[in-house]
Nanobody, 128 residues
Framework: QVQLVESGGGLVQAGGSLRLSCAAS????????MAWFRQAPGKEREFVSF?????????DYADSVKGRFAISRDSAENSVYLQMNSLKPEDTGIYYC????????????????????WGQGTEVTVSS
């Protein structure tokens, strides 16, 4: 059973930056992609970004974070990172890391149900 552990959340003022990290407990043989989702208080979970382990079109972002967030990976460590800049109060929420083993479409990778494993989440609070 793969476990994902997120870190890096915290309290930051609007306009500030945070870097989230997510590490898998073991190296999976067939990682296809890893992603970040978030859930704001009282709202449903939403897609933030994904990164594929290989191939073309290997990253994607929600429109709300394009140009501000950057996802990256360390394939050898089966880890994924999310650099978040120019943070806004609406970025507040619990950020979850997810891992997908099987090849699938870019569209499907924006859907939470697609993913095989999830972390417990790390909280991000952006004050105005």
């Amino acid at each position: 059973q793969v476990q994902l552990v997120e870190s890096g959340g915290g309290l930051v003022q609007a306009g500030g930056s945070l870097r989230l990290s997510c590490a898998a407990s073991e190296r999976t043989r067939n990682t296809f992609a890893m992603a970040w989702f978030r859930q704001a208080p009282g709202k449903e979970r939403e897609f933030v970004s994904f990164i594929k382990w290989s191939g073309s079109s290997n990253t994607d972002y929600a429109d709300s974070v394009k140009g501000r967030f950057a996802i990256s990976r360390d394939s050898a460590e089966n880890s994924v990172y999310l650099q978040m800049n120019s943070l806004k109060p609406e970025d507040t929420g619990i950020y979850y890391c997810a891992l997908e083993l099987d090849p699938t479409t870019t569209l499907a990778l924006r859907e939470g149900w697609q993913y095989d494993y999830w972390g417990q989440g790390t909280e991000v609070t952006v004050s105005s």
